[in-house]
C-alpha cells in the first residue's frame, strides 16, 4: 500500500527553524517516483505549493519561501525533508508532501507553482507547523 507519512511540525517562535519528514512506502523513490514535493495549507485559505524536487535533483521554491526553506531527497531512505530556516508567524500552517509518478509532474512540470499540485498522485496527511511571533 502506498503511504506517506509526515513527522517533524512544531510550534516555535519566528525566526527559529524546523525541519520536516515524509517517508514513503510502499514503492520507491529512486524509481517510482519522478517529482516530490511540500505543500502547505493555513487556516481560511488554499493550499499552496511550497517547494519541489525533481528525479534528477534539480528544486523549485514559492516566491515567499525562498532562500529560507531547502528541499531535500534521500532515495535510500526513502524519505524527503523541508529545512525551514528563518521562520515568519504567515508560514504557520498544515504541511503535507506529496508525489508525483506520471507525465503531469514531467517535462519540467515538477518544478512550476501551481501545476504542480495537479500532477500529484499521492499525498500525506500533513503535520502542524505553527510560528508565534
Known amino acids: 500500500r502506498v503511504q506517506l507519512v509526515e513527522s517533524g511540525g512544531a510550534s516555535v517562535q519566528a525566526g527559529r527553524s524546523v525541519k520536516l519528514s515524509c517517508v514513503g512506502s510502499?514503492?520507491?523513490?529512486?524509481?517510482?517516483?519522478?517529482?516530490l514535493g511540500w505543500f502547505r495549507q493555513a487556516p481560511g485559505r488554499e493550499r499552496e505549493g511550497v517547494a519541489a524536487?525533481?528525479?534528477?535533483?534539480?528544486?523549485g521554491y514559492a516566491d515567499s519561501v525562498k532562500g529560507r526553506f531547502i528541499i531535500s531527497r534521500d532515495n535510500v531512505e526513502n524519505t524527503l525533508y523541508l529545512e525551514m530556516n528563518s521562520l515568519k508567524p504567515e508560514d504557520t500552517a498544515t504541511y503535507y508532501c506529496?508525489?508525483?509518478?506520471?507525465?503531469?509532474?514531467?517535462?519540467?512540470?515538477?518544478?512550476?507553482?501551481?501545476?504542480?499540485?495537479?500532477?500529484?498522485?499521492?499525498w500525506g496527511k500533513g503535520t502542524l507547523v505553527t510560528v508565534a511571533s
Open positions: 506529496a508525489a508525483g509518478m506520471g507525465p503531469g509532474v514531467q517535462g519540467g512540470w515538477c518544478l512550476v507553482f501551481p501545476e504542480n499540485e495537479y500532477g500529484m498522485d499521492e
Open positions: 524536487i525533481d528525479i534528477d535533483g534539480s528544486t
Open positions: 510502499g514503492f520507491a523513490f529512486k524509481y517510482e517516483t519522478y517529482c
